[in-house]
């Protein structure tokens, strides 16, 4: 299993970013995958979920501004971010669900990426 997140940048507060997860080593439609993100001298926070059937799930602090998507053929999982702050300001990562079919919730457990960093400033 591997995952390798891009689509990282700076950008301006107001900006756009699209973050992508590309995924080896299994299918992620089969898959609930998710998007969470650590912010400087914080915890890591769940941010999005995609589950095997396509249904989204969002944290209140992006709902509104992201969306979540896969690529079945490509196999990779995209994150869009809209009217970024500051506060969006972080490593993004993707994970993937231990479980095939599952609909479950994040876990700091579930095999994730590098990362990819997010820094929104003027």
């Known amino acids: 299993v591997q995952l390798v997140e891009s689509g990282g940048d700076w950008v301006q507060p107001g900006g756009s970013l699209t973050l992508s997860c590309a995924a080896s080593g299994f299918t992620i439609r089969r898959y609930s995958m998710y998007w969470a993100r650590q912010a400087p001298g914080k915890g890591l926070e769940w941010v999005s979920t995609?589950?095997?059937?396509?249904?989204?799930a969002y944290a209140m602090s992006l709902r509104g501004r992201s969306t979540i998507s896969r690529d079945n053929t490509k196999n990779i999982l995209y994150l869009q971010l809209n009217s970024l702050t500051p506060e969006d300001t972080a490593t993004y990562y993707c994970?993937?669900?231990?479980?095939?079919?599952?609909?479950?919730?994040?876990?700091?457990?579930?095999?994730r990426g590098q990362g990819t960093q997010v820094t929104v400033s003027s």
């Open positions: 995609i589950n095997f059937a396509g249904h989204t």
């Open positions: 994970a993937k669900d231990d479980t095939e079919y599952r609909t479950g919730q994040f876990s700091e457990g579930f095999s």
